[in-house]
């Protein structure tokens, strides 16, 4: 079974730091581009970062790029993404997702309805 699971998520102070863990199994992970979103109450899913191969990463929010920090280790099929200076307003449901890089110099895709696999989400709560 195809799963995806997100951790690390937990309540912090305004400032301080998390690491989230997205963990796959069940499909053939070097070959999928893995984004981290998040949803807060009330609001649309966000896209955060996204990973693929080499040096293909992206990031969507120049404001959170200054404080987030994606990263992928294939050999444990798991993409992090180190979370810094957390604020209020990072408060939200994290979750990674997967989307299958179906060519050679793929680019990793903003939109979240493109991707193909999804994970619970982690919730993170920050406290001012």
């Known amino acids: 079974d195809v799963q995806l699971q997100a951790s690390g998520g937990g309540l912090v102070q305004f400032g301080g730091s998390l690491r989230l863990s997205c963990t796959a199994s069940g499909f053939s992970f070097d070959d999928y581009a893995i984004g981290w979103f998040r949803q807060a109450p009330g609001k649309e899913r966000e896209a955060i970062a996204c990973?693929?191969?080499?040096?293909?990463?992206?990031y969507y929010n120049k404001a959170l790029k200054d404080r987030f920090t994606i990263s992928r280790d294939n050999t444990k099929n798991t993409v992090y993404l180190q979370m810094n200076n957390l604020k209020p307003e990072d408060t939200a449901d994290y979750y990674c997702?997967?989307?299958?890089?179906?060519?050679?110099?793929?680019?990793?895709?903003?939109?979240?309805?493109?991707?193909?696999?999804w994970g619970r989400g982690t919730q993170v709560t920050v406290s001012s």
């Open positions: 990973t693929g191969n080499g040096d293909g990463t992206a």
């Open positions: 997702a997967a989307d299958l890089m179906r060519s050679l110099g793929f680019v990793c895709r903003r939109d979240h309805r493109l991707y193909d696999y």
